[in-house]
């Protein structure tokens, strides 16, 4: 028996993904940054799933990066590893994601750092898609927050773990 959320993922025509803690292990103190691409671990069952949804549906990161803005990472490091992520998912048989960043600092309070919904609403803008037909997986408050604004539905990156571990083509039914 088919679940809710897998019924209304199905009908969904974006998927909007955080990237730190969702597409790649969340870097731990006294690293609060990735800062080049040979420091990125990923979380290789959510790519193998991004990589297998990505061929039904547009997929894309939303992700407040103010390590960019500390001046710890410049916007070219931070695009190479937004590369090494797509080769990753190339590798894997999928399609190349569009990144949504914010580099500002948490201080600036600017419309587009996560729990606000800027960024979301930029990724809606540029998929020609309705709050109501995405979904957002995040890890944190601050994604679930930026989701609730918008009435995104919001699904947890442990929940998304949990259910592709019971069916990895989750939550369509096709072969690889």
């Known amino acids: 028996m088919e679940s809710n959320i897998s019924k209304s993922f199905v009908l969904k025509k ?4 955080d990237r730190d803690g969702v597409v790649n292990v969340k870097p731990v103190p006294p690293s609060r940054y990735i800062l080049e691409k040979s420091a990125i671990k990923f ?8 990589a297998r949804i990505s061929k039904r549906l547009p997929v894309c990161v939303a992700t407040n990066q103010q390590g ?10 931070l695009d190479e590893i937004h590369s ?5 998912i190339r590798c894997q048989g999928g399609e190349e994601l569009h990144y949504f960043v914010c580099p500002h600092l948490e201080s600036e309070n600017c419309l587009c750092r996560k729990p606000k919904p800027g960024l979301l609403i930029a990724a809606l803008d540029h998929f ?15 994604d679930s927050r930026a ?16 259910r592709i571990k019971e069916n990895p083509n989750f939550p369509f039914n096709f072969e690889k």
Do not use: C, M, P, T
Not at 14 to 17: I, N
Not at 84 to 88: A, F, H, S, V
Not at 130 to 138: H, P
């Open 68 to 77: 960019v803005g500390k001046k710890l990472l410049s916007r070219k490091n």
């Open 128 to 142: 020609n898609v309705e709050a109501q037909d995405a979904i957002f997986v995040g890890d944190s408050e601050s």
């Open 14 to 17: 974006l998927v909007v993904l």
């Open 43 to 50: 979380n290789s069952d959510v790519i193998a799933w991004i």
């Open 147 to 162: 989701a609730e604004v918008l009435q995104v539905d919001y699904l947890d990156v442990e929940e998304l773990r949990w």
């Open 84 to 88: 090494r992520i797509n080769l990753e």
